[in-house]
């Protein structure tokens, strides 16, 4: 069975950083499409940051050159570095597996990030 | 960049009615879409892909249908655990969601 677990999240004051975590069991992480979504309180879904299998990497405009998206193969392991954190990243981060590169079909429960001072 | 547009926002409806929510995309994607419910508090859950294959494991009463830049959702016939906000999201270019329909008790 798939399960993704997500981790990290938590209160940081703008410009800082935090790491989410999202450990992955039922299969490996490194062979498939991995993304993570996000979701503002009481708004709708965006794609934040994607992995392929061969490590290409795709990001957002919104988060580009502040976010990095990472595995760790030993630990089965996702990972999203969120440094430079400004108010508007506040939000439910999910980790989902993205089939074929292209619809989201396994998703954990989700890690609040709050950005506020 | 594709931009997904939701019709309507939110929807009132009963048990036993047939619902049907629109999403059309700013540019053809062929049939590249699929549709997530989600519920308070969860995780969005895959219904239907590549605009009208039904993922397993979920009821036939839901149904995806369109391409180009037109698809719909249909719920033939509304259960409780219906009520929830439906997004559509395209696959054919990066990845957009849709903003929503509300599907609420009447």
């Known amino acids: 069975e798939v399960q993704l677990v997500e981790s990290g999240g938590g209160l940081v004051q703008p410009g800082g950083s935090l790491r989410l975590s999202c450990a992955a069991s039922?299969?490996?992480?490194?062979?498939?499409?991995m993304a993570w979504v996000r979701q503002a309180p009481g708004k709708g879904l965006g794609w934040v940051s994607i992995?392929?299998?061969?490590?290409?990497?795709y990001y957002a405009d919104s988060v580009k050159g502040r976010f990095t998206i990472s595995r760790d193969n030993s630990k089965n392991t996702l990972y999203l570095q969120m440094n430079s954190l400004r108010g508007e990243d506040t939000a439910v981060y999910y980790c989902?597996?993205?089939?074929?590169?292209?619809?989201?079909?396994?998703w954990g429960q989700g890690t609040l990030v709050t950005v506020s001072s | 960049d594709i931009q997904m547009t939701q019709s309507p926002p939110t929807l009132s409806a009963s048990v036993g009615d047939r619902v049907t929510i629109t999403c059309r995309a700013s540019?053809?994607?062929?049939?590249?879409l699929a549709w997530y419910q989600q519920k308070p508090g969860k995780a969005p859950k895959l219904l239907i892909y590549?605009?009208?294959t039904l993922e397993s494991g979920v009821p036939s009463r839901f149904s995806g249908s369109g391409s180009g830049t037109e698809f719909t959702l249909t719920i033939s016939s509304l259960h409780p655990d219906d009520f929830a906000t439906y997004y559509c999201?395209?696959?054919?270019?990066?990845?957009?969601f849709g903003q929503g329909t509300k599907v609420e008790i009447k």
């Open positions: 992995i392929y299998p061969g490590g290409s990497t």
């Open positions: 039922g299969f490996i992480v490194s062979a498939n499409y």
């Open positions: 540019q053809s994607i062929s049939s590249w």
């Open positions: 999201q395209q696959h054919d270019s990066y990845w957009t």
């Open positions: 590549k605009a009208s």
């Open positions: 989902a597996t993205l089939q074929s590169g292209s619809y989201f079909d396994n």
